[in-house]
């Protein structure tokens, strides 16, 4: 007589079966993140120099303070007084062209090497991004038709939240880098001296508080993907870069770092960590971290130099584990792999040299060096060399 399997048989078979779906869950995120991260590194770094992204913009160096805030939670890293060396990068997302309509961002490096650093961390304009999650990333690489400064038509067609991400983000027109607010979406790790566990999400403002500028209010969700530079623009090709450079020259540029805290818990939700939807502010309000004081901008080559990993962080504020590339915290599993790509562009800079400063005069509206000889040594207003 043949006996139905009993109940405790079905658990067993039940969680080998997860035990394994989750490995193989683990293993295709593990060969995604390393074959993009080698796929960069060969076409865009070592053959291309060309950053994973946000090829466009200005370092500069300054000092890093932590504040004496006793709204939060100590931590050995963030001790009240403490300062570092700092640098910290501007830059306008995919075109080499200030004056279009994009994202920009602000990278920040708790160090004065190019590379080095006890803390780097990254953040773009809006408080939601574009995509949220490996899988949902690579299908916005896919997806990217680029031509004279029109992009994603498709994948904001597909993606509707992607197209709300980009209406909160894009940035027109903007007076400067320094008056605009950059969020780093995904959380990270916090557990501080109190050994609690708690995630951690990064925003910095102007220290002045400044009004942004270049906010889209009425965006016309038709348009989105459309980011060139509208035909007898005032505006220069390089006129943010040259703007900051003025203004670190005449008064400096200083910001305040802000945080915000979630106390993990057995039975949290896993859209706290969908860079989609902002936490709730009444619930955990932002609170000041440090103020960063810049006085010096880089010269051209530095700027190049000048590189960030989220890897650079204390294991007590490190990237979130991911279990898929559909796992929210697999954008930020993908991100850390970014050191390939980052040694084989400094490979290419040490065979073949720097790639030539943005010419003020060359096509707009194009992603991309155009080096006729003629341009490539030529002096612009406005940029060091």
């Not at 067609?157 to 197209?163: A, N, V």
Request: aromatic share 12%; glycine share 6%.
């Amino acid at each position: 007589m043949t006996h139905p399997p009993t109940t405790s048989r079905s658990w067993a078979d039940t969680a080998i079966l997860d035990t394994l779906g989750g490995l193989r869950d683990r293993a295709v995120l593990w060969f995604t993140a390393k074959g993009f991260a080698v796929a960069i590194a060969l076409l865009v770094s070592l053959f291309g120099k060309r950053r994973m992204s946000h090829d466009n913009g200005i370092a500069a160096r300054g000092m890093v303070t932590i504040l004496d805030n006793p709204q939060l939670p100590p931590h050995e890293f963030f001790r009240p007084g403490r300062t570092f060396p700092c640098r910290i990068r501007h830059a306008t997302a995919t075109f080499l062209d200030d004056a279009v309509r994009g994202i920009r961002s602000m990278s920040i490096k708790f160090s004065d090497h190019h590379l080095r650093s006890p803390f780097d961390i990254q953040m773009n304009t809006g408080a939601v991004s574009l995509f949220w999650s490996a899988a949902s990333f690579l299908q916005f690489a896919r997806m990217r038709k680029e031509k004279w400064g029109v992009e994603y038509h498709d994948y904001y067609r597909k993606y509707p939240s992607g197209l709300a991400g980009a209406e909160e983000a894009i940035r027109e027109n903007p007076a400067s880098f320094h008056d605009l607010r950059y969020y780093c979406k995904t959380p990270f790790r916090f557990v501080g001296d109190d050994n609690i566990k708690r995630y951690a999400k990064y925003r910095v403002r102007p220290f002045d508080n400044q009004p942004e500028s270049g906010i889209l209010h009425s965006p016309d969700a038709t348009d989105i993907a459309n980011q060139r530079v509208p035909r007898h623009d005032p505006r220069g090709r390089n006129y943010l870069k040259y703007e900051y450079e003025d203004r670190v020259k005449r008064e400096g540029a200083k910001y305040t770092m802000q945080i915000q805290l979630l106390t993990a818990a057995a039975d949290e939700d896993p859209e706290i960590f969908n860079n989609m939807k902002p936490w709730n502010e009444d619930l955990h309000p932002w609170h000041d971290l440090a103020v960063i004081e810049i006085d010096e901008a880089l010269d051209w080559k530095e700027s190049c130099r000048t590189t960030f990993s989220i890897r650079n962080m204390p294991k007590t504020l490190g990237f979130l584990p991911a279990k898929s590339i559909f796992d929210y915290n697999s954008l930020n599993y993908m991100r850390a792999q970014s050191g390939l790509a980052h040694r084989a562009r400094f490979l290419n800079y040490a065979l073949f040299g720097y790639p030539p400063r943005i010419p003020d005069n060359d096509n707009r509206n194009y992603s991309d060096w155009e080096n006729p000889p003629s341009i490539i040594n030529r002096t612009y207003p406005g940029v060091t060399k």
